[in-house]
């Protein structure tokens, strides 16, 4: 199996697409958001000096999720995708130097092609539980809960964020399509970059996406 970064706009599907790559074929999913909190949580070297940075509402610095990373990767065996990481350039040099290190290799670098319009109807449609944090969505067949504002799994209620506006989301796509161009480019250099189109269901795309991983065996 091949290991994988996943490239994607706001509300492509990046994470539900990692959790069917996890359930299908045992991926090892990194998200480095979900990392930090962890640390964070632990209250760990490397957690303390996130939160410092975090409190102050800095992002953590490239060494410090380079450390991090490190330790993650150092024990994992398994083929993993890595989850809206890298960022930029600075960021794929950096891990391209990590993985020679540690004697592995990053095969594909997979883009979710969404339209701007696509991204807004999913970003509207978000809700959440707000006891167990189950992700839904109004627009989505295969998430909308059985029940209008209610969580499947345990009967409370479902909330939106308050920052799923179609004015945030239009800001944060144009946004990470500037600063992400180059980080295209760059895997489209390196030769591993495929394009995948999302489609209207999550298993639709994910299909792209088994294509994809299928054909690089």
């Not at 697409?17 to 909190?37: A, C, F, M, P, T």
């Not at 250099?189 to 269901?201: F, P, R, S």
């Not at 996406?209 to 054909?215: G, L, Q």
């Amino acid at each position: 199996m091949k290991n994988i970064i996943f490239i994607a706009p706001p509300a492509a599907g990046k994470g539900t697409q990692s959790e069917v790559l996890v359930e299908k074929y045992n991926y090892i999913h990194i998200s480095i958001g979900d990392l930090l909190r962890i640390e964070i949580e632990k209250e760990t070297k490397i957690g303390k000096e996130a939160k410092i940075l975090m409190d102050q509402g800095l992002l953590a610095p490239d060494e410090l999720v380079m450390k991090l990373l490190k330790n993650i990767l150092e024990k994992t065996d398994g083929p993993f995708v890595l989850d809206g990481y890298p960022r930029n350039i600075n960021q794929a040099q950096m891990l391209d130097e990590l993985m020679t290190n540690l004697n592995k290799k990053l095969h594909l670098a997979l883009f979710f092609d969404i339209s701007i319009e696509e991204a807004i109807k999913r970003v509207v449609g978000r809700q959440n539980c707000t006891n167990c944090n189950k992700l839904y969505n109004l627009y989505e067949p295969t998430l909308k809960p059985k029940v209008a504002n209610e969580c499947d799994d345990c009967g409370n209620q479902l909330a939106s964020r308050s920052d799923d506006t179609e004015e945030t989301c239009r800001t944060r796509f144009q946004t990470f399509m500037e600063n992400t161009l180059p980080l295209i480019k760059y895997y489209e250099q390196k030769g591993n970059l495929v394009n995948i189109k999302v489609k209207d269901t999550v298993m639709g795309t994910f299909s792209e996406i088994e294509k994809v991983i299928k054909n690089s065996w």
